[in-house]
């Protein structure tokens, strides 16, 4: 069983950050989803993303050729107001986290691996803490839940789909940067790459899981060796 790491105070204020971050993006998610259907309610359709709801709606209510009354107006455009000062925390907290992320050394040097950004990486930095609590890099990436969930008996495995236990947050962050590096590989489309394979002969979704695997197999080595990134490296078992 893997308990929780014990952290320190930087930890856990950049992780209290994260988490509030988190709350911040939902309510703004929440809050773009109500002016969207309060809309809809009156045959005005608003295309999904967030972006759109700042591009479309200002127009539609200023537009006097629907039949918008006057209160339903001034109540979108308070719930707007709502929807920019929610963003605008998102921001500023970001901004905080990118902060933390460049003062912090091990962040930094996570931030080089494909597919971590500065949020990820500080993520990871706070919350995993000392990798060498972890025998391996498949212990690290089955603690986050990216491993196969287990349902066998009498000696014949059978793997299903993974496990999703642990951290929640940190999975999610992986698999959505697996998902950024396997676009760009498609993009580039070189035959020789293991991800371009590995995309062509099983679902996306699939490759991005294997993917963020991978990946968490990589900070485990960085971390628990204390090294730098290196795009090139080769194992020396494999080398030889």
């Known amino acids: ?143 986050l839940g990216l491993v196969p969930r287990q349902h066998s008996s009498g000696g014949k495995a059978k793997l299903l789909g993974m496990s999703k236990r642990g951290d929640a947050y940190l999975r999610t962050l992986l698999i959505h940067g697996a998902r950024s590096v396997i676009y760009r590989a498609t993009q580039r489309n070189d035959r020789d790459s293991w991800l371009v394979k590995l995309t062509t002969r099983r679902n996306a979704n699939v490759a991005a899981v294997a993917l963020a695997n991978k990946t968490a197999r990589i900070v485990w080595a960085l971390l628990a060796h204390d090294r730098q990134f290196r795009p090139d490296y080769t194992p020396a078992i494999a080398a030889a």
Do not use: C
Request: proline share 4%; aromatic share 4%.
């Open 1 to 143: 069983m893997r308990l929780v790491p014990i952290k320190n105070i930087e930890q856990q204020t950049v992780l209290s950050l994260h988490r509030v971050r988190q709350g911040f993006i939902k309510a703004r998610t929440a809050q773009a989803n109500q002016i969207r259907g309060l809309l809809a309610e009156y045959g005005l359709v608003v295309p999904q993303g967030i972006a759109y709801i700042a591009l479309r709606v200002p127009d539609l209510i200023e537009d006097a050729t629907n039949d918008l009354p006057g209160t339903f107006r001034q109540l979108i455009d308070r719930l707007l107001e709502h929807l920019k000062l929610l963003n605008r925390q998102v921001n500023e907290i970001e901004a905080q986290i990118k902060a933390w992320h460049r003062d912090d050394e091990i962040s930094r040097r996570l931030e080089q691996v494909p597919g971590i950004g500065p949020i990820t990486a500080s993520a990871l930095a706070a919350t995993v803490g000392d990798a060498k609590n972890f025998d391996n890099g498949r212990q690290l990436a089955a603690w």
